[in-house]
């Protein structure tokens, strides 16, 4: 029974961050909203460097997964606050590039993860240099973002009252169904992508890491794309209709064992490429979708 319990609890390392988003999107863009994106991203980095810390020194697994917990919550609040900053510091005929920039994030993170991951003695010291980054970037942000704005009252009601707001506008919902969507689908394939290629292609353990790189890296391709599209007039339907059927296309010919091995990688590949067009478009559309520009961060939330 422990060691079925320990194999959950490993199973759930992944999908904390996910779980926290769900919950905290709101509130946390509420924060945002209120206390200014520049006050919620230092406080989102030094709560990650707090969960890098925790997770350096873990003994035990439930000490680990409780670590996890806090650079969630860092983690959650860092990606609501800093789009919301590139809200406010880019012009509309800049924003579509501004968020295709910022939602190369993700893939350019876990690339480099999966590639620096090796030349680590251990998972230890793989936490304690992404602690040491936030830290320097918490540094610099005083530095290059200026303090805007004065704190507002927060309440719960007035938590309420944006919440409110948000779900009875159509846009702000749709792009967040939209979003959550491809969120399943790209990390359905790609949590678990190292496994596929060790099992399905058998490569090794290094092979497996270098090629999860090379194809979620394919991601800020499409991140790029879109910024590039969007600002020469490519209709953001067109685009996101087209990347979601191309995704699951893909899909299908990936999760099938119908094709080769080469083939199927490469569809991995495409799948990663043109679904980094869906983030951009959706991240870049939530200035515009929302109601009041005062509710800004809770739609990006």
Known sequence: M???LKRALWVLLPGIFAVLGLVGGIPTGALV??????????????????GAALGAVAASLVPLLLSRVVEGAGFLLITVAAPS?????????????????W?????????VAMLAGPLFGSWLAIWWTSGGLALLVCLLVPLVIPLTGAWQRWSWRSLNTAALDVFRAREPVLLAAMFALYSLMFFALFSFLPVLLMERMEVTHS???????????????????????????????TLLAGASLTM????????LPV??????????????????LIP????????IAAPTAGLVPVVLA
């Open 103 to 111: 939602s190369c994030f993700m893939p350019v993170g876990m690339a």
């Open 33 to 50: 909203a209120s206390f200014g994106g520049r006050r919620i991203l230092i406080l989102g980095l030094l709560t990650t460097i707090l």
């Open 2 to 4: 422990k060691h079925v």
């Open 207 to 237: 092979s497996a890491g270098l090629l999860s790189a090379l194809a979620t890296a394919a991601n800020i391709l499409g991140n790029l794309a879109a910024g590039v599209l969007l600002s020469r007039g490519t209709a953001r339907a």
């Open 248 to 255: 699951g296309l893909a899909s299908l010919g990936i999760f």
């Open 259 to 276: 094709l080769p091995d080469t083939a199927t990688f490469m569809l991995c590949v495409v799948f990663s490429a043109v679904g980094g």
């Open 85 to 101: 900053i590139l809200a406010q510091v880019t012009g509309p005929s800049h924003r579509d590039l501004a968020f295709a920039l």
């Open 280 to 287: 951009a478009a959706l991240l870049s559309a939530a200035p």
